[in-house]
């Protein structure tokens, strides 16, 4: 097996809340994903990345564990995951966990150990600081630091038994953990050695450069309502190289060439994410990056919804391709539990639905790079168009709502941009069929079913040669099938242009051309692009040449 394995695969994201529900109780859970594995074989997926399943208070949907070694009764039981886990294995496809060791839940034992006493072992696990001097706890401004969290708010939560505060990037139930303490990464490690033993294949690791703080722990330059910008001070930090270096050495040595390790890495830049990916310093294998998905967000931040600028999208995905170039890996995604449905942000989930969803996929899929498909994604689900705030579940929303209210914005506006950019988009149940709750449960759903799964739907698909589903398949197929898809050079054409996106790959004398028309309007294709044989395409009988179609894309290739 190549070590590099991961270069040629397709990675498929499987939300588990919202996937499949085995017993009714509204909750997709462990043996629902076991009912639709064969349903991602025929899909022709490699990898299937699992959001967490563990022990959790939920309150932000799994991503504050209190417990790493057991699952959540909600998703079933270890005995579940195991047979998942062979299931999966069984079908040559492999299995990857959600990490998340920035922060715990803070009713893991470590966190409760740890605020029980100033004199607690455990007490600098996390990290806690008394009030600024002549602040008592609890008053406004006496925060140790004045960090926004990524939830609103600050970041700092008066403990009132000890008298100091503690740290929380996102929720207060977040509380972050003190990777400057060797202990703290130790226990990591030796957690993280034991679902390798298990055979999962590898990890996705939320938010993993926000373990290396700045120290001292500093104010952020001055933000709205009061609160600084820490971000500086903690991503991407001076240990952070070191910290997943030390990783690599303890948990991944001796093992790594059949694993997959992926960071998620908010702000990160391409000059750090060619460090953590470059596989001489034995870091991790690919980066996720956030610049392609902040293109949109306005001044108010990111449910100030702006237009597309397909030329500012083609520039940033165009650089990281660049700059990550034959040393770096880049991961390729649209859509994630954290983003909107990509049809209905940068395509048209109208009239052009199915053909934007392809042109899209096929964009994403044929850079240099290994691409994810959230689930539903495969199908061009779209946004939820949840109308009123009472059927929102995210945490980041809910607060949202509020502080933009509290900013003077109505609530039409903030109603618009939670409708476009809210996290619960992508959270809706999968629309496996066209019954009551979408073949999701037989229970009620735990977020509302997005209400055209009547049409759009897995049922409606697989057999449909037309598909989204379909062409999803034949992508994933042809990537498999061509080298020159997973380690071509890239060379990004028509820059300038507001329509078409457009690039070329080539690798032994193999010329891969893929021109797309991003827009409802047709689009001229420039000279310098080039032909070739029309080998993948979303229009039936369309030609090789000649002027593209509203979202019309082309996969040209020659030799």
Known sequence: MSSDWWKSAVVYQIYPRSFQDSNGDGIGDLNGIRQRLDYLHDLGVDVLWLSPIYESPHADNGYDISDYQAIDPSFGSMADFDALLAEVHERDMRLVMDLVVNHTSDEHPWFLESQASKRSAKRDWYWWSPPRPEYS???????????????????????????????????????????????????????????LDKGVDGFRMDVINLISKVLPLQDGAPGAGGLGNGFPLYACGPRMHEFLQEMHREVFDGRDAELLTVGEMPGVTPEDALLVT??????LDMVFQFDHVDVDHGPGGKFDVQPLDLVRLKSILGRW????????????????????????????????????????????HLMRGTPYIYQG????????GLATIDDYRDVESLNAYDELRAQGWTDAKVIEGLQAMSRDNARTPVQWDASPHAGFTTGTPWLKVTGNHTWLNAAAQVDDSDSVWAFYR??????????????????MLMPEDPQVFAYRRALDGVVLTVVANLSGQTAEVDGSVGGGELVLGNIDGASSEGPLAPWEVRVLRSA
């Open 474 to 491: 034949e992508l994933i197929a042809f990537r498999h099938a061509e080298p020159v898809v997973a380690h071509g050079d890239f060379q």
């Open 137 to 195: 706890l609890g008053q406004e401004g006496g925060e140790p630091t004045n960090w926004r969290s990524f939830f609103s708010g600050p970041v700092w939560e008066p403990h009132e038994d000890s008298g100091e505060y503690y740290l929380h990037l996102f929720h207060k139930k977040q509380p972050d953990l003190n990777w400057e303490n060797p202990e703290v990464r130790q226990a990591v490690y030796t957690m993280m050695s034991w679902w």
């Open 321 to 364: 391709q660049s700059e990550l170039g034959e040393r770096g890996w880049n991961s390729l995604y649209w859509d994630n539990h954290d983003q909107p449905r990509v049809v209905s942000r940068f395509g048209d989930d109208g009239e052009h639905r199915a053909r934007s969803a392809k042109a899209l996929a096929a964009v994403l």
């Open 278 to 283: 470059d596989p001489d310093r034995r870091e």
């Open 377 to 384: 994604e495969e199908l061009g689900m779209t946004n939820a």
